[in-house]
T-cell receptor
Framework: QKEVEQNSGPLSVPEGAIASLNCTYSDRGSQSFFWYRQYSGKSPELIMFIYSNGDKEDGRFTAQLNKASQYVSLLIRDSQPSDSATYLC??????????FGAGTTVTVRA | SQTIHQWPATLVQPVGSPLSLECTVE??????LYWYRQAAGRGLQLLFYSVGIGQISSEVPQNLSASRPQDRQFILSSKKLLLSDSGFYLC?????????????FGPGTRLTVL
């Protein structure tokens, strides 16, 4: 079993719609979770982090965490063409050593 | 503000040649530093991390080594490159500031081994 799994994608959504990204993790003891956005050819940039069960909102982004189900999700509301990228889910294994999923590529259609 | 630099940005090397990639961080002291590799079509894999000068932990057995000769410098090396060493190498640092505890990546070095 992989440490972090993401829905494989690619995910194509029309402009203005909600993009929903899912991630599951295997280590029940994991405490902190991150979403990074990576444009083609560029390094990942941190867009959201979440430590507690429930929802966390930041602008058009909402992260959701359910530790009992070992599940993290990211919602992108009012999707824009500039949101087209690969989204990486990461789990802190301790000492901030991150384990990453393979990523989900999102394409927002104008 | 803190910034992280990596060089070179791109590198093409023959199989069997040595490698040295450098990462430096500005605007902070004694940061935790990390080397990741992203192979084509694959996720990011943690290679090494360091909590201080001379302190290196290896996460996966491989053809690479890391060193931290100065507080804000982290170097990734190899004596003899393999084809499988090709990939996008990313240095990262950990920001701990009040309630913030986040990890940021440098611009990366794209290595092609031929």
């Amino acid at each position: 079993q992989k440490e972090v799994e993401q829905n494989s994608g690619p995910l194509s959504v029309p402009e203005g719609a909600i993009a929903s990204l899912n991630c599951t993790y295997s280590d029940r003891g994991s405490q902190s979770f991150f979403w990074y956005r990576q444009y083609s050819g560029k390094s990942p940039e941190l867009i959201m982090f979440i430590y507690s069960n429930g929802d966390k909102e930041d602008g058009r982004f909402t992260a959701q965490l359910n530790k009992a189900s070992q599940y993290v999700s990211l919602l992108i509301r009012d999707s824009q063409p500039s949101d087209s990228a690969t989204y990486l889910c990461a789990v802190n294994k301790g000492d901030y050593k991150l384990s990453f999923g393979a990523g989900t590529t999102v394409t927002v259609r104008a | 503000s803190q910034t992280i630099h990596q060089w070179p940005a791109t590198l093409v090397q023959p199989v069997g040649s040595p490698l040295s990639l450098e990462c430096t961080v500005e605007g902070t002291s004694n940061p935790n530093l990390y080397w990741y590799r992203q192979a084509a079509g694959r996720g990011l894999q943690l290679l090494f991390y360091s909590v201080g000068i001379g302190q290196i932990s290896s996460e996966v057995p491989q053809n690479l080594s890391a060193s931290r000769p100065q507080d804000r410098q982290f170097i990734l090396s190899s004596k003899k490159l393999l084809l499988s060493d090709s990939g996008f190498y990313l240095c990262a640092w950990r920001l701990i500031q009040g309630v913030r505890d986040e990890q940021f990546f440098g611009p990366g070095t794209r290595l092609t081994v031929l």
